[in-house]
């Protein structure tokens, strides 16, 4: 065991925030030391490698974002760390779409594919012509099954919401949170240690702060089990 | 059911807090770092920071009242960001896609762009393909002409464009802003409640999220706004300044009017 290891099962979760230069880091930073996690924004891979848990913040657009991260040289690196380590991770906005085998924002684009699912645009016609994209604000969730993310099932909380697009799941069992703007669509995902918000939850007060304590809390336990 | 939101807005002059009327008066509030523990106690929706500083002002600075000016917004910016945990947005002096850069970087989730817009309208282009549409909202300020037409004034309200406010919004809307935010110069602290003409006006007009703000003076104005106006986002500054318990009872107004608000 290295040295690593053993600090990492003596202090409080130590959380690394995936700078690949888009996105509101800072905020993701605030909110995840409020709820009393160690946290290092960075793209460093040896940074990473040490990590409990991995956040993959996200504002922006899908191709800048896998442009970016294939710039920094990371997409490897969070393959190994993510697909074969199982290091948990939390995509948020479009770090979660990020997650989705292609992306239709301005194109068809290659994503990082942890997750059969792909990203579109809301289209809304008919009778439903006048709902407004972005999709800005705040709604409600609704958690589906248990996962880190699910504080209580059916009781649904409001989450921050800004985006246009929107994850279109494949495999019904990676969707762990619904939200309905138009029609019903997937918020929340997870599959083994791979988890993903479409909302804020740096953004939404009380309840994003819980959630982000249940994701951290849950990555600690694995963390220590190793151990 | 995507609800529909509250927002304080908070006017800043040479770093601090003001309360304004029409524009042109600006009275002294306090610290604006002193007043963030307020504001996040508030559980509004979302908070709107609006440096309205302008080159030509003098300094308000009055050392009786033990009110220590902060001279970069910036600094206000990353006090605000480490304990507010909602949607922040930053305007006013935003004249390069750096300026939007250093706000979002130190926790600002969009900003809003007036007179740099109408300047350049290229520039809403510009920044929405770089930081995404959300994160630009058009600040537009209206004031009625003699002949009674609604008129889109930018430099801090004083200088007139020719564009009328639903030419401008929809103008804006196409190149590329995620929202819009309208302020009628007219109605900014008198009260007397939002230009619902207006506000009903640029909300047809656009597929973008407007929100209204100038004139709030009671809970009820909230609601017309949103019921009358078809606003899809209320704002005001001085009602939550001046008036106890102001976010509970906004809400609470709202929500009687059928209107579908965060609990």
Request: proline share 3%; aromatic share 8%.
């Amino acid at each position: 065991m290295s040295d690593s290891d053993v600090n990492s099962c003596a202090s409080g979760p130590r959380v690394v925030i995936i700078d690949y230069k888009l996105g509101n880091v800072r905020s993701v930073a605030n909110a995840l030391e409020a709820v009393g996690a160690t946290v290092e924004i960075s793209s460093n891979p040896d940074t990473l490698k040490n990590a409990e848990a991995l956040i993959l913040p996200g504002v922006g657009a899908f191709e800048d974002g896998m442009n970016n991260l294939r710039t920094l040289g990371l997409v490897e690196l969070l393959n190994e760390l993510v697909l074969v380590q199982k290091k948990p991770i939390l995509g948020i906005c479009l770090g979660m779409q990020l997650m989705a085998k292609t992306g239709f924002e301005n194109g068809i684009h290659t994503g990082l594919g942890w997750l059969d699912a792909e990203v579109v645009r809301f289209d809304f016609t008919g009778e439903i012509s006048h709902l407004k994209v972005p999709h800005v604000g705040w709604n409600d969730v609704r958690f589906v099954k248990e996962s880190p993310l699910s504080g209580e099932l059916n009781a649904p909380h409001s989450y921050y919401f800004v985006h246009s697009y929107y994850m279109r799941c494949a495999d019904t069992t990676d969707v762990a949170g619904v939200c309905e703007y138009g029609h019903e669509f997937t918020v929340a995902l997870q599959r083994d240690n791979i988890c993903g918000v479409q909302f804020h939850p740096e953004k939404s007060q009380k309840h994003g702060l819980a959630l982000m304590k249940s994701f951290l809390t849950e990555a600690h336990q694995l963390v220590e089990a190793v151990c | 059911m995507l609800k529909k939101r509250l927002i304080p807005c908070l006017f800043l002059k040479n770093g601090f807090l003001v309360r304004s009327e029409k524009f042109e008066y600006h009275q002294l509030l306090g610290n604006a770092i002193h007043q963030v523990e307020r504001f996040n106690a508030w559980e509004v929706d979302e908070l709107i920071y609006i440096d309205i500083t302008s080159d030509d002002v003098y300094d308000i600075r009055r050392d009786d009242l033990k009110v220590k000016s902060e001279d970069n917004i910036l600094t206000i910016l990353e006090a605000v960001s480490k304990t507010c945990f909602m949607p922040l947005t930053f305007g006013g002096r935003i004249r390069s896609i750096q300026d939007i850069h250093d706000r979002v970087s130190r926790g600002a989730d969009k900003v809003t762009v007036n007179t740099q817009a109408i300047l350049d309208p290229g520039f809403i282009t510009e920044a929405s393909k770089i930081f995404g549409s959300q994160a630009i909202i058009v600040s537009i300020d209206v004031k009625s002409t003699k002949q009674e037409e609604y008129e889109v004034f930018y430099n801090h309200g004083k200088t007139a464009t020719g564009l009328h406010p639903v030419e401008w919004a929809r103008e804006a809307e196409k190149r590329g802003a995620g929202e819009i935010f309208l302020n009628s110069i007219d109605r900014d602290g008198s009260a007397e409640g939002y230009d619902i003409e207006l506000v009903r006006q640029v909300s047809d007009a656009v597929r973008i999220p407007v929100i209204a703000c100038g004139g709030v003076g009671q809970f009820k104005h909230f609601s017309q706004g949103i019921v009358d106006g078809n606003a899809d986002a209320v704002a005001a500054g001085n009602i939550f300044h001046f008036t106890e318990l102001s976010t509970k009872r906004a809400r609470k107004e709202l929500i009687k009017s059928g209107v579908d608000v965060r609990n």
